[in-house]
Protein backbone atom coordinates (compact mmCIF):
# COMPACT_ATOMS: atom_id res chain seq x y z
CA UNK A 1 0.00 0.00 0.00
CA UNK A 2 1.25 3.32 -0.58
CA UNK A 3 2.79 5.57 2.15
CA UNK A 4 1.68 9.38 2.60
CA UNK A 5 2.56 12.14 4.69
CA UNK A 6 0.83 15.39 5.95
CA UNK A 7 3.16 18.32 6.68
CA UNK A 8 1.54 20.80 8.95
CA UNK A 9 3.48 23.99 9.64
CA UNK A 10 2.23 24.90 13.11
CA UNK A 11 1.28 29.14 14.15
CA UNK A 12 0.52 30.28 17.38
CA UNK A 13 -1.33 27.94 19.87
CA UNK A 14 -5.08 28.67 20.63
CA UNK A 15 -5.94 29.85 24.10
CA UNK A 16 -5.76 26.74 26.82
CA UNK A 17 -4.24 24.37 24.32
CA UNK A 18 -1.47 21.90 25.81
CA UNK A 19 1.54 21.43 22.99
CA UNK A 20 1.82 18.26 24.01
CA UNK A 21 -1.24 17.44 23.17
CA UNK A 22 -1.01 18.55 19.23
CA UNK A 23 1.04 15.30 17.45
CA UNK A 24 -1.47 12.92 19.45
CA UNK A 25 -4.23 14.38 18.30
CA UNK A 26 -3.08 14.81 14.74
CA UNK A 27 -1.86 10.81 14.60
CA UNK A 28 -5.16 9.87 16.48
CA UNK A 29 -7.49 11.96 13.78
CA UNK A 30 -5.49 9.96 10.96
CA UNK A 31 -5.28 6.71 12.76
CA UNK A 32 -9.52 7.14 12.89
CA UNK A 33 -9.23 6.45 8.93
CA UNK A 34 -6.03 4.40 8.14
CA UNK A 35 -3.00 2.86 9.48
CA UNK A 36 -0.54 5.50 10.86
CA UNK A 37 3.32 4.66 10.39
CA UNK A 38 4.85 7.57 12.20
CA UNK A 39 4.51 10.76 13.60
CA UNK A 40 6.84 13.68 14.55
CA UNK A 41 7.74 17.56 15.65
CA UNK A 42 10.62 19.06 14.24
CA UNK A 43 12.17 22.12 13.87
CA UNK A 44 13.13 23.16 10.19
CA UNK A 45 15.30 26.26 9.53
CA UNK A 46 13.65 27.84 12.47
CA UNK A 47 9.96 26.97 11.84
CA UNK A 48 8.22 23.59 13.93
CA UNK A 49 6.86 20.91 11.34
CA UNK A 50 4.43 17.98 12.16
CA UNK A 51 4.36 15.53 10.24
CA UNK A 52 2.22 12.40 10.43
CA UNK A 53 2.98 9.54 8.04
CA UNK A 54 0.31 7.21 6.94
CA UNK A 55 -0.83 4.08 4.29
CA UNK A 56 -3.75 4.77 2.13
CA UNK A 57 -4.57 2.73 -0.77
CA UNK A 58 -5.09 5.42 -3.33
CA UNK A 59 -4.72 9.17 -3.37
CA UNK A 60 -8.68 10.36 -2.70
CA UNK A 61 -7.91 8.42 0.33
CA UNK A 62 -4.91 9.93 1.04
CA UNK A 63 -6.29 13.46 0.56
CA UNK A 64 -9.37 13.03 2.44
CA UNK A 65 -6.93 11.75 5.78
CA UNK A 66 -4.60 14.83 5.33
CA UNK A 67 -8.09 16.94 5.57
CA UNK A 68 -9.00 15.16 8.29
CA UNK A 69 -5.61 15.65 9.94
CA UNK A 70 -5.03 19.60 9.17
CA UNK A 71 -8.79 19.90 10.27
CA UNK A 72 -7.98 18.36 14.19
CA UNK A 73 -4.61 20.01 14.63
CA UNK A 74 -6.52 23.60 13.22
CA UNK A 75 -8.71 22.77 16.27
CA UNK A 76 -6.08 23.32 18.66
CA UNK A 77 -2.91 25.73 17.06
CA UNK A 78 -3.43 28.39 13.98
CA UNK A 79 -2.18 25.99 10.66
CA UNK A 80 0.21 28.19 8.62
CA UNK A 81 0.57 25.90 5.71
CA UNK A 82 0.06 22.08 5.10
CA UNK A 83 0.43 19.52 1.93
CA UNK A 84 0.06 15.99 1.22
CA UNK A 85 2.49 14.03 -0.28
CA UNK A 86 3.20 10.99 -1.37
CA UNK A 87 6.14 8.67 -1.51
CA UNK A 88 7.63 7.15 -4.74
CA UNK A 89 11.18 4.88 -4.05
CA UNK A 90 12.84 7.22 -2.17
CA UNK A 91 11.89 10.63 -2.18
CA UNK A 92 7.82 12.42 -1.42
CA UNK A 93 6.18 14.37 -3.82
CA UNK A 94 3.45 16.60 -4.37
CA UNK A 95 0.38 15.21 -4.63
CA UNK A 96 -1.70 17.03 -7.53
Known amino acids: MPS ?5 VPGTLHRGTDPATVLPA ?4 AAEH ?3 E ?10 PRITVR ?4 DD ?3 AHVGRAVVARVGE ?3 VETSR ?3 RWGNRWHPMR
Open 60 to 62: LTA
Open 76 to 78: LVV
Open 54 to 57: YEAP
Open 34 to 36: TTV
Open 4 to 8: YRVLL
Open 84 to 86: VTR
Open 26 to 29: ATDA
Open 38 to 47: AGTVEVVRGQ
